[in-house]
Every structure is written in C-alpha cells, then in structure tokens.
C-alpha cells in the first residue's frame, strides 16, 4: 500500500507515542508544596528559596545565587548592577527570545544585534569585534536552545576591549562549556525557570555570580534595596544602599523554590540523556538529504538542550516551507515550532529604531544585515526537550516521521496554506 502523510490521511508515523509530560509532576514535590501551604512561611528569602540557591549555583559551578521572579527582570537586573544604563551600547544575537534585547532597553540602554554562527546559531564572536563602538559596555551571548556561544572567543575579545559578559543561560541549564558550568564564564548567568524550560516552576528566574559584590547588589535589587542577611543597624540618616541605586521587588516565592529543588533532584541525569539522545538523532536525521542539526558549542560538554534544532534545504524537499513541515510532522504525532526569527522583526518588539541597531547598519536595517540569522531562522524547527527523554524505539520514530517526509517531500506542497 502506498505511504500517505498523516496529515493526508495516513497513519502516523509516531503511533500512539505517549508525550513526556513536562514540567513533570513529582509525588514528593506535591507533597512538600502541601506542607509548605499548610505550614511554612510563603514569601522571599525563605529555607526553600535558601537551600535552592545553594544548590543551583553549586549545580553549575558558581559561589553566588539569587533568585528571582523571571528571566526577563535577571537579565535587567544584571545589566543595572554593571552600572548599565543611558548611552550605552550592549551587543545582543540576533536571534533569541526578545527578553535579552529588551531587557537592555529597561535600563536605557541601546541593544545592538549580531548575526549568529550558522553551526550553533549562537552569537558570532567576528561579528561582535565589528560592533563595538566607544559605547560598548556589554555582550550578551544567549546559548539558543542549549548549544553553548564560543566563550573562548568572547572572553578573548571582552578581555581585549575591556567588555562585561553577561550569559544568558535561559535555554543551558546543566550545560558546561569545557568543565565550567554555563553561566560560571562571564561576569553574571542569568537562567529562565519558565514553564517549558528544561528546570520550569511556571515563572522565575535566577542569577549567579562569583563576585561577592555584584551579588550583594543583586540581591539588593531584587528585594526593594535590603541587603541579603539580617538588617544592618542604620544610622539617622543612613541608607541601606547609595544614592540613586533604585531597586525593584522582583522577588519569587517559597512556592517556586519548592518545585525547582524537586527538579534539581533529575536535572544532571535529564541533561546526560538529552545530550545522548540529541546525538542518537543527529546522526539518524542528518542522513536525510539537505537535513542538518544545530551544532552543539565547540567546546561543551555536556550541551544542555532546550530545543533540537533541525535546519532543511528547502530545495530537497520540494521547496517545502517552514510551516508545511511543521503541520506535516504535528500530524505524524511529533509537536514541533518554528525558531523564535530575529527579535527586531518580533511582532513584540516595539522598541523606537533610534534606541536599537543593527550591525553593519544598512539604509534598509532589516534586508542588509543578520543574513544567517534571518535565513536560518525561517528553514529550522525545534523539536521540544522532553522530546529527548523518549526511548530508543520513540527516537527511531521520530527520525523515521521525518524520512517519511522526505519520501513524500511532492505531497508536502499540499500542506502549504
Ligand atoms: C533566551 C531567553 N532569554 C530570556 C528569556 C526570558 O525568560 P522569562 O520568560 O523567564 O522571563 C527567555 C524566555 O523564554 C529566553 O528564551
């Protein structure tokens, strides 16, 4: 009988598959979260909130953590505590979650993009040499979907131009970049605890840090402008911070710490088999013609996976759009989405043109720039991470819905809206 596309009526190629759920729900976790409703105080800086940041910033190799609401507000709250602010120019990639952009702008300052690396889709460190101006203060290299940016390089030219790195780690939780924990590289990490990520409390967020003093300010940030510990004695007069440190409350609850210290208990053994997996995948689907997989960074170890980017040559799929492959492979039983695109061309981003830039910035911004960006951000989807807690049999169905793609690639143009 000939082979039909799911979505055209055949059977699909994942069968009754069973989806992991994510985040997971853990019996011990409900249990604590009961106690804690019934019993325990509620609000910041509790012993869960405690016992977490230890925990998290030793997990990835830091001295210091604080935690917060999300990982939009530890981006910015990173930024203000490097003294970040108006007339300064922050180089962001161009394609992440528009958080990373918008976050520089919270504090007045311009986000300038970069086109990414075509193997990682990472931040290209010659691209950030070239957008450095008089303004510089910042890079922030985001590792997209878990492969980790080229840190040797940054950290070169950081060094050489006297720039502070501030990772963005919402997608690397568990990733480490040659035996040091994502996040450990630069001068502050900053982590996502969003719903989808691979550790997920609904929302929240985190900072870690070695430096005792940019920690210290952190968490005075985040906590209206207290110093973490008890309250020093003040004299008249006296202030807990300096005169125009203005601080936010962007704290997080007992709640959130409680469900993230249940995940902490899987997270390295779900790193490890993502990784496994991951490359199980790659070396099945790259056998496709025109099927590639996002690199993981050159030098990490293990690669945290947020998403399994998968890129097509249109061409060897019949000039298949983005959109057709993922209705085809939704049918087939395998949810998947498209790249988050350049943040600058974002439904979201209503940032005014005069307080953003792109590099080399061109009379038409959004034609001259970002090329691999803009092109590789319409050809890939991103296969979800718990997709890669599946067994060997679910993976070897999952190589085969998209072989069974390639063999249908003509009917595929039927999917096209
Ligand atoms: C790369 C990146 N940075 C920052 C964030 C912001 O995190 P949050 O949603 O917790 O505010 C996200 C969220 O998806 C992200 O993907």
């Known amino acids: 009988m000939a082979e039909v596309l799911a979505a055209l009526g055949g059977a699909p190629a994942l069968g009754k598959v069973k989806p992991v759920q994510w ?22 800086n509790g012993p869960q909130e405690k016992l977490f940041c230890a925990k998290f910033a030793a997990f990835q190799g830091a001295k210091h953590c604080v935690f917060m609401m999300n990982g939009t507000v530890t ?86 131009r006297n ?31 969003q719903e989808s990520k691979p550790l997920a409390c609904g929302e929240g967020g985190a ?17 209206i402008g207290y110093p973490p510990g008890p309250r020093p004695r003040l004299e008249p007069g006296q202030r807990y911070s300096p005169p125009g440190f203005v601080c936010r409350n962007y704290r997080a ?17 779900n790193t490890a088999r993502r990784a496994v997996a991951a490359e199980y995948l790659r070396a099945g689907l790259e056998e496709i013609p025109g099927v590639r997989v996002q690199s993981p960074g050159r030098r990490a170890d ?16 019949a000039g298949a759009s983005q959109a057709a492959i993922i209705r085809a492979l939704a049918a087939e039983g395998l949810p998947t989405g498209p790249l988050y695109g350049t943040v600058y061309r974002h439904p979201l981003w209503n940032v005014a043109p005069e307080n953003w830039r792109m590099v080399p910035t061109g009379a ?5 720039c970002c090329a691999i960006a803009e092109d590789l951000s319409t050809r890939s989807i991103g296969i979800p991470h718990q997709w890669l807690l599946q067994p060997p049999p679910v993976l070897d169905a999952i190589a085969g819905a998209f072989r069974k793609l390639y063999r249908n690639r003509d009917a595929l143009r039927r999917l096209e809206e």
């Open 23 to 44: 985040p997971p729900r853990y019996r011990s976790t409900e249990r604590e979260l009961l106690r804690l409703y019934r019993q325990q105080y509620w609000s910041f």
């Open 75 to 160: 981006l910015e709250a990173a930024l203000y505590v490097l003294g970040i602010g108006r007339g300064d120019e922050v180089i962001v990639p161009a394609i992440t979650w528009v958080a990373t952009a918008a976050a520089v702008v919270y504090v007045g300052a311009k986000p300038v993009f970069v086109d990414v690396d075509p193997e990682t889709l990472c931040m290209d460190p010659v691209q950030v040499e070239a957008a450095i101006t008089p303004q510089t203060r910042a890079i922030i290299p985001v590792h997209l979907y878990g492969a980790m940016a080229d840190l040797d390089a940054l950290q070169g030219v950081a060094t050489r």
């Open 364 to 368: 038409d911004k959004m034609g001259e």
């Open 163 to 193: 720039l502070s790195i501030i990772e963005d780690c919402a997608h690397a939780h568990g990733g480490a970049w040659a035996g040091n924990g994502a996040g450990t590289l630069g001068r502050i990490g900053s982590f996502s605890f």
């Open 302 to 317: 293990p690669q945290a996976y947020y998403r399994l980017v998968v890129t097509f040559q249109p061409e060897e799929l």
């Open 207 to 223: 900072v870690i840090t070695d430096d005792e003093e940019l920690a210290s300010r952190l968490y005075r940030y985040k906590h």
């Open 253 to 269: 609850t007992e709640f959130q710490a409680v469900i993230l210290l249940g995940q902490m208990r899987t997270l390295r053994r």
